[in-house]
């Protein structure tokens, strides 16, 4: 028998109805008695509450807490990292008086703030030592009764949705419970939830989705496309087949089609440090698309795609949520 250790503050962290709470003593009970030590494991709270939801358990996350203890140190494998490696989607929400207009690189050092506290090896190798990679999340900032005054956007609150690799979400989703304030620029982000999301299993070769941040293609010279332009679906692919080699170590299982439903331009202003340094009162300018879109090609291709960003720079573009598949 393996022993079962639980924080005393497992019911301050997770709030469960009725039907719940027996499977989530019952999924305790099974790990109690296992001898299967691949199943046993030091889990954190967001490994936990994943395997939670996707037992179908409803549960929302209440206060900070401490970790729960499941005997040796093996990761439930066989749950988080079945076919390729296991996907977490977050959302995390912060209150400000008011937020640049360059606002999304802001979040960017938020995000890898909140890694960096987590776990500062893995901060220096996925920002340090592997700069130049596709980075194993994207992200998406939806502002809440906003309002454009020069270079600041007043609001009551934004919120960041993270869809991630698991080792990433793990670590950014700690480092954010570190981080109930942050200043920046002299203003001060109160942190006021942190929730996990459900995230939806695509089984067809045809999907329709949403996007949360739009989809930004550009050709070999940097020119944004349309969806509309002829190369626009060849662009999308190559970038899609550089995502898909990055997370899954191969290449597309086949050419991804896509089909513009109802699309939006959207022009975004944005900045850097560097940029800053020689342009300090200009914006750079990215021309993305946003709206409803059709993706078709291999489930396991359109299911990393939809994780983890379509397009280029999908660290802060191209995350989409799930509407419907068709087929």
């Excluded at 008695?33 to 409803?58: A, H, R, V, W």
């Excluded at 209440?62 to 490696?85: C, D, M, P, W």
């Excluded at 960017?108 to 700069?131: N, P, T, V």
Aim: glycine share 6%.
């Amino acid at each position: 028998m393996i022993p079962l250790i639980l924080s005393e503050h497992v019911g301050a962290m997770v709030k469960l109805n009725k039907t719940s709470w027996v499977l989530f003593f019952s999924f305790f009970i099974y790990l109690f008695f296992t001898d299967n030590e691949q199943d046993i494991n030091l889990l954190n709270i967001p490994s936990l509450l994943q395997i939670m939801l996707k037992f179908g358990f409803d549960c929302t996350i209440l206060e900070e807490g401490s970790f729960i203890y499941f005997g040796a140190r093996k990761l439930l494998i066989n749950i988080l990292n079945r076919n390729g490696g296991e996907k977490m989607r977050f959302k995390v929400t912060y209150e400000a008086e008011w937020i640049p207009v360059h606002y999304r690189m802001k979040i960017y050092s938020l995000l890898k703030e909140a890694i960096k506290k987590a776990d500062i090896s893995f901060y220096q190798q996925l920002f340090e030592q592997q700069r130049q990679e596709i980075k194993p999340f994207s992200t998406a900032v939806y502002l809440r009764d906003f309002r454009i005054e020069g270079q600041r956007i007043y609001l009551k609150d934004f919120s960041i949705t993270v869809s991630s690799t698991m080792e990433f979400a793990i670590h950014a989703f700690n480092g954010f419970r570190e981080m109930e304030e942050y200043m920046i620029g002299g203003v001060k982000w109160k942190q006021s939830s942190i929730q996990l999301l459900r995230e939806a299993e695509i089984a067809s070769h045809s999907v329709i989705l949403k996007t949360l941040s739009p989809i930004l293609v550009e050709d070999q010279n940097g020119k944004p496309l349309s969806p509309t332009d002829e190369g626009y679906e060849k662009e999308l692919n190559y970038f899609a087949n550089l995502q898909i080699r990055q997370a899954a170590g191969r290449e597309l299982y086949r050419p991804i089609r896509f089909t513009p439903i109802n699309m939006q331009k959207m022009v975004v202003k944005e900045s850097n440090r560097i940029y800053q340094e020689t342009h300090p009162d200009q914006s750079l300018y990215y021309t993305a698309y946003k709206g409803l879109i059709k993706l078709e090609g291999h489930w396991e291709d359109l299911q990393i795609l939809y994780q983890l960003g379509i397009g280029k720079r999908t660290a802060f573009f191209g995350l989409t949520d799930y509407i419907r598949e068709e087929g």
